[in-house]
């Protein structure tokens, strides 16, 4: 359950804090206060944390895609390989047979 975006334990601590430290007539504006406080804490964090998971996401993206087209390189060239493999079996095959 919660209430203005804070979870019971936590207005229990700020009622707490309130009986114990402040006048009864402050007791809303600090209850106001720590409530906007503890929001924008939550905001921050919130933005601190949607920033590094972008930037890890593109600098883990930029690696995998550098993995990427390494692999449809090398791929490319094994192709490629093979394929000259394959014209040059045939061109041997067919001297063989002109040969005879």
Request: aromatic share 6%; net charge negative.
């Amino acid at each position: 359950m919660e209430f203005l975006g804070l979870g019971i334990s936590e207005l229990f601590v700020i009622i707490l804090i309130g009986l114990i430290f402040v006048k009864p007539e402050e007791l809303p504006g600090l209850i106001k206060k720590i409530v906007r406080g503890i929001q924008q804490f939550r905001q921050i964090s919130m933005n601190v944390r949607n920033d590094l998971t972008r930037f890890y996401e593109d600098e883990i993206g930029s690696h995998i895609e550098e993995g990427r087209q390494q692999i449809m390189d090398s791929v490319e060239k094994a192709e490629q390989e093979v394929i000259d493999i394959a014209e040059n079996t045939e061109k041997s095959e067919e001297s063989e047979e002109s040969d005879r």
